[in-house]
């Protein structure tokens, strides 16, 4: 055991950085800083909330994601594996994963309902600032966030009462609930059980088959039909194609064989936008134009040049059904 020393915040905030690869989460910085400064007679206010200023203020640190936190000297030093580290195995990419896997399992409970699910993901989103809200939640770890916040609660000017705290329970219990399903296991059943159940229909040719079951992953005829129609980016338009991603709008599992071929339900996109719009947090309304989760980081807007000018090139009446499914159904709202 290392013995605390008599540091300034911003002090022990580096000295954690040092020894993790020169990254930190908030939730690690939390429990670590301790190791670097005595704790006997800190007063004022709560000490996470003392260091949650530090390492937004201080010009020492620099934010690289929700949550996680890098010294800025070291910037160029910062590895994969570093990151891979971080948050408990927890990168930002895996985090977001997390979020619209959430969002689509509260989609699919029969107790939630749209205004419920919102407010859900609003708390989730709230809380992941400050915590890595994780597949490993525990009973023990929700109550020490718990715990956390209604100390935290005199310091700020949202989420001040009582009924806050009993929200933010629901939520954390409903996210344990989910980690603690088969709810991803039986996604992928499903998708397993569609291509088999193509695969013996029937009344399928063989190469019929085959162009299904490739579309799937964007292959085969959907994607050349996609290239075809869009002759590129659906949104920047004419480029070389190699590196764009033919996707569906309405997912293949939740498609009809015609639908899974279908021209009109697909978007061929750069893999920033295609990703982005895979998990829900980019759509398109009625007019094509870009509408953006406000459960995307403004920081990851930036870095992944999402702009609220960008549209899809073209619009026909055969696309509406299926973009008015993913808004709906994909987009997290």
């Not at 989103?125 to 609660?153: G, H, N």
């Amino acid at each position: 055991m290392e013995t605390p020393e008599n540091l300034s915040y911003s002090g022990a905030i580096e000295q954690v950085m040092l020894h993790n690869g020169y990254v930190a989460t908030l939730k690690q910085l939390y429990q670590e800083v301790w190791k670097y400064k005595d704790r006997n007679g800190v007063t004022g206010r709560t000490p996470e909330k003392t260091i949650q200023e530090r390492v937004q203020r201080d010009d020492r640190f620099t934010r690289i994601s929700s949550g996680v936190y890098a010294l800025t000297a070291k910037l160029n030093l910062i590895d994969e594996q570093s990151l891979l580290a971080t948050a408990e195995g927890e990168t930002p990419s895996l985090q977001a994963k997390n979020q619209a896997d959430f969002y689509e399992y509260l989609t699919n409970s029969r107790d939630i309902n749209n205004h419920s699910r919102t407010n859900y993901m609003s708390w989730f989103k709230f809380l992941s600032q400050s915590y890595s809200i994780d597949k490993t939640l525990t009973a023990d770890d929700i109550e020490d966030i718990l715990t956390s916040e209604k100390a935290k609660q005199p310091h700020r000017d949202k989420y001040q009462t009582k009924r806050d705290i009993s929200n933010f329970r629901a939520m954390l219990r409903k996210f344990r609930d989910f980690a603690q399903s088969d709810f991803l296991k039986i996604k992928e059943d499903t998708i397993l059980k569609e291509v088999e159940a193509v695969k013996q229909a029937p009344q399928l040719t063989v190469t019929e088959k085959e162009s299904i079951i490739r579309a799937r992953v964007g292959q085969g005829i959907f994607r050349l039909r996609l290239i075809d129609y869009w002759q590129g980016c659906a949104i920047y338009g004419k480029m070389g194609v190699t590196f764009l991603q033919a996707s569906h709008i309405k997912p293949w599992r939740n498609s009809t064989n015609s639908e899974r071929l279908d021209v009109y339900n697909g978007l061929l996109l750069l893999p920033n936008y295609d990703k982005l719009f895979d998990r829900g947090y980019i759509s398109f309304d009625r007019n094509g134009k870009i509408v953006v989760s406000p459960f995307l980081e403004e920081f990851d807007r930036k870095a992944l040049d999402i702009r609220l000018d960008l549209r899809l090139r073209k619009m026909e009446p055969e696309h509406q059904d299926y973009l008015a499914y993913h808004r709906q159904n994909c987009f997290i709202s």
